[in-house]
């Protein structure tokens, strides 16, 4: 196989999805996987928790995977440690204290004390009671999703009011998939996660679901719509792009 061929781009992004697991393949990288598609070229791409997945033409043999792998052995290596140095903070949550939580686009460290009335409050850290740790994850969920519903709530309100929009009510929902979506009723619903983001990033999406109620598609004049109102929207739609993945408690 040419070079040209060969290795067509090394680059880092987040895999969605996984079509064929290599167990039979000689490096034992973390998660080692392998994503055949009608694609003529190879992709080496490191995952955000550091595992190597590689994207392979659908006639891909086994050695030539190895070989690849083989050649490119160390900035392999290389790369995964530079990842999971960057995503430390965004692996699963322990709920240690010291660990960090994002809110509104700041990193906040966590602390654990015995004596508290609410179970979570935010001042300059994260205080979580003691007797909340055994449901940490659940107590973070509900704590930002009031967070969301206020700050979704009041930044959709002004939004709408200054840009002429018209909607029917706000919802905060535990969506997997999409930060927001705008449904047939005029109901708008955002992702509780988005609240950890920059309040830039917000307004983008809010921006962005209150343009669906004109524009149900995302064509050429849906896009101009929402430029009209945020010029700068394409910086906010890239960071969600490349930082989505982080927003996790």
């Known amino acids: 196989m040419r070079k040209s061929r060969e290795l067509h781009a090394l680059r880092l992004y987040v895999v969605r999805a ?3 697991s290599s167990k039979d393949l000689r490096y034992n990288f973390p998660v080692f996987q392998v994503i055949r598609t009608k694609r003529k070229t190879f992709a080496l ?15 891909a043999t086994k050695k030539q995977i190895n070989s690849l792998i083989e050649k490119h052995d160390q900035w392999i290596r290389t790369q995964q440690e530079k990842v999971l140095e960057a995503n430390r903070n965004f692996l699963p949550k322990k709920y240690t204290a010291g660990e960090t939580f994002l809110y509104l686009g700041s990193r906040a460290p966590l602390e654990i004390v015995e004596r508290q009335a609410a179970s979570l409050v935010l001042k300059d850290k994260f205080y979580i009671a003691s007797r909340a740790l055994p449901s940490a994850q659940e107590t973070f969920k509900e704590w930002y999703r009031k967070q969301a519903y206020e700050v979704f709530s009041q930044r959709t309100a002004q939004h709408a009011s200054q840009n002429g929009f018209h909607y029917n009510t706000v919802r905060v929902k535990d969506m997997k998939t999409r930060w927001g979506s705008c449904s047939s009723k005029g109901n708008l619903n955002f992702n509780l996660r988005l609240v950890m983001a920059p309040l830039p990033v917000i307004d983008y999406v809010i921006i962005h679901e209150l343009c669906h109620l004109k524009v149900k598609n995302h064509s050429k004049d849906f896009w101009s719509l929402v430029g009209s109102h945020m010029p700068g929207y394409k910086e906010h739609l890239s960071w969600l792009k490349h930082n989505g993945h982080t927003l996790i408690f």
Do not use: E, H, Y
């Open 18 to 20: 996984i079509d064929f």
């Open 45 to 59: 791409v490191i995952n955000p928790d550091g595992s190597l997945t590689v994207r392979a033409p659908l006639r």
